[in-house]
Nanobody, 124 residues
Framework: QVQLVESGGGLVQAGGSLRLSCAAS????????MGWFRQAPGKERELVAA????????YYAGYVKDRFTVSRDNAKNTVYLQLNSLKPEDTAIYYC?????????????????WGQGTQVTVSS
């Protein structure tokens, strides 16, 4: 079992920044690739970014366009998502998730464990 707890969400004005964190406990954190997903009201959950087990490979959704950065610190069992130049359309609940492999990270079905989510609200 892996337990994931997100933090760092909040209310920010358009153009602002937030740093989300996801702390993991349970099995060896470095054994899991990590993903960040988001879900806005009335919309399906979608991938934001993902990072491989070693941190050497990262993936981003096209709409990120260099605004967001995913990183991880395996010594601290934590994955991060830096959100810059935020837009109102980035408003959503952001979830972190853990996957046992480095492939297929764009698909939510690849992830075994999910956190409860943290709300990000961007005002215009």
């Amino acid at each position: 079992q892996v337990q994931l707890v997100e933090s760092g969400g909040g209310l920010v004005q358009a153009g602002g920044s937030l740093r989300l964190s996801c702390a993991a406990s349970g099995r060896i954190f470095s054994s899991y690739s990590m993903g960040w997903f988001r879900q806005a009201p009335g919309k399906e959950r979608e991938l934001v970014a993902a990072i491989s087990r070693s941190g050497g490979i990262t993936y981003y959704a096209g709409y990120v366009k260099d605004r967001f950065t995913v990183s991880r610190d395996n010594a601290k069992n934590t994955v991060y998502l830096q959100l810059n130049s935020l837009k109102p359309e980035d408003t959503a609940i952001y979830y972190c998730a853990a996957a046992p492999f480095d492939s297929g990270l764009g698909y939510s079905r690849s992830y075994n464990y999910w956190g409860q989510g943290t709300q990000v609200t961007v005002s215009s």
